[in-house]
């Protein structure tokens, strides 16, 4: 098959425009396996990791004063525990979590976004920080909340000739956790995961439901007991809300029997999960 290697963002972009039946790749730890078990067959591969320019991260602007980041689609799983393990601390647990340190060394958060799997470990603390995707074509750029840029098990909307650029997540202003049970404790899919973003200034509660839907989801109605958190005393987080803001977890899942687990453990799990997740977070903003 072809082998396509741009040198540079304009250069990824025009071939991306020549070849649409081209498969993109940056660290391969998807690509490869689905090419070696034959699920994949593209007329040609993109190689992405010549451009630079996906590998940078920082303010979103140059003046930016709210903390908005911008991150490359190209930041590895090692860089993002290491460079943005203090500034999105829930997408640095996550990070932790996955595969070994060959695979996050490799593998990037742009490849989880264009994988799309309901159990991408990078997605929920993403959805929890309430993140957009910025993509990229010769046409011109767009930028989608990520839960309209994933619309399926594996699907999402990027168009034939588009490339993931970068994602838009503003820099925690309180506490992040992640929390994922798997059937062993290291390289393993999610069973299912729960991701907690508190942010204190807005007093909301931002979540991340992983490997329990068709798609990573959010938990409104766990979201909207923020009101009734004690957020100006820093008091004690009423045991009671912490229940039900898991139980709500649980609920706002669609999940199913499969090997690695079945719905009715799924759903249990993420409860446990999300009342912990939120008590860790909430010590820590005590
Ligand atoms: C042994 C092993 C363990 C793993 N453990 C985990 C785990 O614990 N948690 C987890 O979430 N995942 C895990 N994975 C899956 C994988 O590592 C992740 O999904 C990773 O984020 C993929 O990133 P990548 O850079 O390697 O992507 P690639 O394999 O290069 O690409 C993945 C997909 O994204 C597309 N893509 C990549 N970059 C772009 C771009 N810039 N624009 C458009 N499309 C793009 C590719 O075409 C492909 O469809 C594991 C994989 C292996 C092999």
């Known amino acids: ?25 940056w660290g391969g730890t998807d690509v490869m396996v689905d090419l070696n078990f034959g699920r994949e067959r593209p007329e040609a591969i993109l190689d992405l990791t010549r451009v630079r320019a996906l590998e940078e991260w920082g303010p979103a602007h140059p003046d930016e004063s709210e903390g908005a980041l911008r991150i490359g689609a190209g930041v590895s799983y090692t860089r993002a525990i290491d460079e943005l393990g203090s500034v999105l601390p829930g997408l640095g647990a996550a990070s932790r979590t996955v595969g070994s340190p060959q695979i996050r060394n490799r593998g990037t958060i742009g490849g989880n976004l264009g994988s799309s799997s309901p159990a991408g470990d990078a997605l929920p603390p993403l959805y929890a920080s309430y993140a957009e995707i910025e993509l990229a074509s010769t046409r011109g750029t767009r930028r989608l909340p ?25 820099a925690a202003t309180g506490p992040q956790q992640f929390s994922k049970v798997g ?10 995961s729960v991701a907690v973003a508190l942010d204190p200034r807005a007093k909301t509660i931002g979540t991340g439901i992983g490997s329990a839907a068709p798609t990573p989801v959010r938990a409104p109605r766990a979201e909207a007991l923020a009101a009734e958190l004690p957020w100006d005393d820093r008091g004690e987080l009423p045991a009671a809300l912490a229940e039900r ?20 453990y799924r759903r249990h799990a993420l409860a446990v999960l999300g009342r912990r997740a939120l008590t860790w977070a909430w010590e820590e903003y005590r």
């Open 1 to 25: 098959m072809e082998f396509l290697q741009p040198e540079d963002w304009g250069e990824a972009l025009e071939a991306r425009a020549a070849h649409p039946g081209a498969l993109p790749l």
């Open 146 to 170: 990520i839960g309209e840029f994933i619309t399926g098990p594996k699907r999402n909307v990027l168009a034939p000739d588009e490339l993931i650029a970068a994602f838009h997540v503003p």
């Open 183 to 192: 059937t062993r404790n290291a390289m393993v899919i999610a069973v299912c």
């Open 245 to 264: 803001f898991g139980a709500l977890i649980g609920a706002a899942a669609s999940p199913i029997d499969d090997v690695r687990g079945t719905a009715a």
